[in-house]
């Protein structure tokens, strides 16, 4: 086994991206190298730790037992490193080309992605925004792998070693196609769970908020389908006598986009709203400080839409 004081750290690197990437012509990309580089600076890792490290597999290469021990270890101490390094640079939008990966809802990628991207497009032109998908189930493990900077969307109460901000209260409001019987006439809860409803569901559940709160009257609605996409959702509306409910904001997006009508909800519908939460190391850091304001800004702008006079939340 090698003397840390006689390996070079920048093996470290190498090893790394391979362990990521699970490929060393992808590796040599994400590091700005050539394969042969790569390749070259694997054999003197592995002749250093006396390990095959990576074998040769069909489609990209396998880690050691060895190998498959330190990579959690190396991905740390170098995410770490990028992270404190961070923390004391300066940051300059209008000439930075920091790529910024963010882990948001469907719902919160609709509704604040156009005017974000708008904005960084003014002010930081260079900046690259990746977005991945986040719902409950995941966010925590996205934000602890380093994998996103910040996750949006509908989510619990994160441990203290997180902060979070809260952003855009709004009501429920209920989507329909034109021409549908509920589009005309006194909206009622009776009359609402007489039709089939759609759920936009991304992790297959098939209770939402709206379940909740018939519930607590007595009564139930009857699910037409559960989709795991927004975008199934305009067409599904509009060949169907189904209704959906959901945030307001984005109900009133996709009949202005669709030709949808949106109405209130009659039903009363427990607050939620999305969260912004990041971890507490990204507090200093100017780059992430300049997001996270810029996301609240933006948030800030995006037109509110209240449903019976209380603010209220995402979808169902």
Known sequence: MADLSTLDL????????????????RAAQRLNLSQP???????????????????????????????LALAGPVAEVLDRLRDTLAVHA???????????????????EAVLAPPL???????APGCLLAIRHADRTNWQALLERGEAELAIGVLP?????YTRIRLLPEGFMTLMRRGHPLA?????EDRLITFP??????????DGA????????????????VVAHLSAVPDILARTDMVMTLSGRLAHLLAEAHGLVVRESPVEIRHTRLSMIFHRRLESDAGHAWLRRLMLAVARDVPAVEAGGAPKGEDD
Do not use: C
Not at 184 to 188: D, N
């Open 10 to 25: 920048n093996l470290l690197r190498v090893f790394d991206a391979v362990a990521r990437e699970r490929h060393v012509t």
């Open 37 to 67: 580089a790569v390749s070259n600076a694997l054999s003197r890792l592995r002749a250093a730790l006396n390990d095959e490290l990576f074998l040769r597999r069909p489609g990209g290469v396998e880690p050691t037992e060895l190998a």
């Open 90 to 108: 300066p940051f300059d939008p209008a000439t930075s080309d920091r790529v910024f990966v963010t882990a948001l809802s469907e719902y919160a």
């Open 117 to 123: 991207l708008e904005r960084m497009g003014q002010d």
């Open 157 to 161: 109460e994160p441990p203290a070693i």
């Open 184 to 188: 005309t006439g006194v909206m009622t």
């Open 197 to 206: 409803h759609l759920l936009h569901s991304p992790n297959g559940s098939r």
């Open 210 to 225: 709206l379940d909740v709160a018939l519930a607590t009257r007595g009564k139930k609605r009857r699910l037409g389908a």
